[in-house]
């Protein structure tokens, strides 16, 4: 009886705190099972992901840059300033120093802003004392300064001693390529290409092959491969940068309507694409657009004082009979050039250039001499040679003129210039049928190759007459 008693006592109590129980473990399971369920319908309903958002303006840049292509001026700018603030906050950062060295010489290119160089040699130099050894960035960065410098005795020993750090590394070989034509080299400039093109296969890398093409006379084929370069090219500055080399060629074989089509369709790809914008301007000349072509030099060189183009629009100014415009033109020619040489760059091949035309011709061949000796490039034999003639010693300018011009020699490219200053020479030393020769070849190569001298050889050649039935090819007796 007090065993029943206890038993229905308890029972009732039992059966709530089985039920309390139960109930708990019921809500506990309900609600995993929501949590679960809401868990895969968020999973089964949630919209998809969309594409990863484009690089931002500063990894363009860095991409272009350490990649060998050109940067879009915009891009640099923000590369730049995020490289600034990184090396403040790490100054042992190597990397950071040569990628920042690397931008500015991307940036003193690309604005012809010699300003640019020494903090660019600062810059690559920290990145070498912070890391001495195995620093090929800082090496390929050097490199590429000495050669915007047309340094190239020192391009060369800058990017030989970063191929042998890592002979792979394939952005070594363009700067390569550079010094070794700088410097008349053209077997290393071969072998070089060779092992760029065994490496990789860019648009970049095309084009510098174009470069090489070029310059050995081969103008159908840089043309194929800079219009692979350009239809390959992911970006809008690189794209425009191939279609301005392209305008080049077809200006260099006289197309004076493709050209323009190559330099207007760069320009409307990249506004900041200046070189383009000089290019338009000298197509706009020869098709006898006066006064467009004007225009577009100004602006070109409101926006990028290159002296080259200073003194082309100086010699346009004085084939209208402009002489004050003209002078005010080759004053700036000096200026730039020595606002120029104060920052490291080598400009003595261009005022030598602009001496032996429209200065003293003495100090033009003591200039190119120097030049010579140092950088025995093709372009540095012709301009030597064109020199020595405006002195009157064209028999050591023939000897020169014959080494820019003749394949044989190293001087494979087609210029309507290089030709007429032979023609000349050989017209000086009496050399009537070479003379002819070479007038013609300039004309044929590029009828509107200068507006000051296209229509001086077009009068040399009236002034030799008409060949006669006698005339024996030069070496021919």
């Known amino acids: ?69 050109p940067a879009a001026l915009s891009d640099l700018t923000v590369l730049i300033t995020e490289q600034e603030t990184r090396v403040q906050e790490r100054p042992r950062d190597a990397q950071a120093w040569a990628l920042l060295g690397a931008a500015y010489v991307e940036q003193g290119r690309r604005l012809a802003d010699t300003a640019s160089y020494p ?12 890391r001495p050894r195995g620093n090929v960035p800082a090496l390929q960065g050097l490199a590429a ?42 077997k290393a400039v071969k072998k070089a290409l060779d092992r760029l093109l065994e490496l990789r296969g860019t648009p970049a890398v095309r084009a510098r092959a174009a470069a090489v093409y070029r310059d050995l006379g081969w103008r159908e084929d840089a043309a194929a491969v800079l219009s692979d370069a350009a239809a ?28 323009l089509r190559h330099f207007t369709e760069a320009l409307r790809t990249d506004p900041d694409q200046r070189a383009a914008q000089a290019g338009q ?17 100004r602006a070109a060189l409101a926006a990028q004082p290159s002296p080259e183009w200073a003194l082309e629009l100086g010699e346009l100014y004085e084939s ?17 050039v020595r606002d120029a040489a104060a920052a490291g760059v080598d400009g003595e091949l261009l ?55 003749e394949a044989r020699e190293g001087g494979g490219v087609r210029s309507a210039l290089y030709a007429y200053h032979r023609g000349m020479i050989e017209r000086a030393l009496e050399r009537t049928g070479a003379a002819r020769r070479h007038l013609e070849e300039a004309l044929r190569i590029n009828p509107y190759f200068s507006p000051l001298y296209a229509p001086a050889a077009r009068a040399a050649l009236r002034g030799l007459g008409e060949p006669s039935l006698g005339e024996l090819p030069e070496g021919v007796e």
């Not at 500055?237 to 493709?258: K, N, V």
């Not at 098709?287 to 577009?296: F, P, V, Y």
């Not at 301009?383 to 020169?400: F, N, P, S």
């Open 1 to 69: 009886m007090e065993f029943q008693q206890r038993v229905d006592t308890g029972g009732p109590r039992r059966r709530s705190g089985l039920r309390t129980v139960l109930r708990a473990v019921l809500i506990v399971s309900l609600a995993g099972c929501v949590a679960v369920g809401g868990m895969w319908a968020w999973r089964w309903w949630r919209p998809a992901e969309g594409p990863p958002s484009p690089p931002g303006p500063g990894a363009l840049a860095r991409t272009a840059v350490t990649g060998g292509a």
């Open 119 to 130: 903090a660019a040699e600062r810059a690559l130099r920290t990145s070498l004392e912070t």
């Open 145 to 186: 300064l000495a050669n915007a410098r047309r340094d190239f005795p020192a391009a060369r020993t800058w990017a030989e001693q970063a191929q042998r750090q890592d002979a792979r590394r394939w952005t070594t070989y363009p700067m390569l390529i550079d010094a070794y034509t700088g410097l008349g080299d053209h």
């Open 232 to 259: 390959a090219a992911e970006q809008p500055a690189e794209r425009a940068a191939w279609l301005e080399r392209a305008g080049q060629l077809a200006w260099e074989r006289g197309d004076r309507e493709a050209a």
């Open 281 to 297: 301007a000298r197509a706009l000349a020869a098709l006898g657009r006066t006064s467009e072509a004007l225009s577009a030099y």
């Open 320 to 336: 209208l009979g402009l002489g004050p415009a003209a002078k005010a033109q080759y004053d700036l020619v000096r200026a730039q």
């Open 351 to 405: 005022l030598g250039r602009y001496e032996a035309d429209h200065g003293d011709p003495y100090e033009a061949v003591t200039r190119l001499r120097g030049e010579w000796a140092r950088q025995p490039s093709t372009a540095a034999a012709d301009a030597l040679a064109w020199a020595l003639h405006r002195t009157g010693e064209d028999e050591e300018a023939h000897k020169l003129t014959v080494r820019a011009t």
